[in-house]
T-cell receptor, first 113, second 110 residues
Framework: NAGVTQTPKFRILKIGQSMTLQCTQD?????MYWYRQDPGMGLKLIYY???????DKGEVPNGYNVSRSTTEDFPLRLELAAPSQTSVYFC????????????FGSGTRLTVV | DAKTTQPNSMESNEEEPVHLPCNHS???????IHWYRQLPSQGPEYVIH???SNVNNRMASLAIAEDRKSSTLILHRATLRDAAVYYC???????????FGDGTTLTVKP
């Protein structure tokens, strides 16, 4: 039981490049989330999904896109990287009732130069 | 989303109890109170949650005020490994999302 797996762990992008942050979970959780965490700050919700084929915006969705074609996977796409997107990105998953809380991945540290 | 308010930082001595407060004056009847902690360079991890009654688990205790407008996470004997950022968040099971604040940074002194 691996929980929530994020890849890559680290990445450096140049301004204007694109990339996809991968997130997969093996707990059969319906709900999945993407958060970003800037240095010394709390977590900001980017996008979330309550099930395959359903996604919705969080607090800071601009510059990002998501898709949810399967229950297990919830990739986050950056189309035109900007320095403001330098951050640590966390993926999380949960059951709908959140009875066991959120399970977080170990994060992807992204630097845009 | 209902908001929570936590002190920016707190200090504790090792092996002493720690009481981490959280205010949530706009809590609704269907909001659960969740606590998470984030160790340095790691993702947040679930600690405990409750609705109305006080809760205990192997990690901590959660004391919820009678009017539910505040709660306190209790670490019974702080260790150096408890130094982390602690987040109090409200989760409404009728809503798909929840927001995190900036949390409380707990420093444990030997």
């Amino acid at each position: 039981n691996a929980g929530v797996t994020q890849t890559p762990k680290f990445r450096i992008l140049k301004i204007g490049q694109s990339m996809t942050l991968q997130c997969t979970q093996d707990m059969n959780h319906n709900y999945m989330y993407w958060y970003r965490q800037d240095p010394g700050m709390g977590l900001k919700l980017i996008y979330y999904s309550v099930g395959a084929g359903i996604t919705d915006k969080g607090e800071v969705p601009n510059g990002y896109n998501v898709s949810r074609s399967t229950t297990e996977d919830f990739p986050l796409r950056l189309e035109l990287a900007a320095p403001s997107q330098t951050s640590v990105y966390f993926c999380a998953s949960s059951y709908p009732d959140r009875a066991d809380g959120y399970t977080f991945g170990s994060g992807t540290r992204l630097t845009v130069v | 989303d209902a908001k929570t308010t936590q002190p920016n930082s707190m200090e504790s001595n090792e092996e002493e109890p720690v009481h981490l407060p959280c205010n949530h004056s706009t809590i609704s009847g269907t909001d659960y109170i969740h606590w998470y902690r984030q160790l340095p360079s790691q993702g947040p991890e679930y600690v405990i949650h409750g609705l109305t009654s006080n809760v205990n688990n192997r990690m901590a205790s959660l004391a919820i005020a009678e009017d539910r407008k505040s709660s306190t996470l209790i670490l019974h004997r702080a260790t150096l490994r408890d130094a982390a950022v602690y987040y109090c968040i409200l989760i409404n099971t009728n809503a798909g999302k929840s927001t995190f604040g900036d949390g409380t940074t707990l420093t444990v002194k030997p």
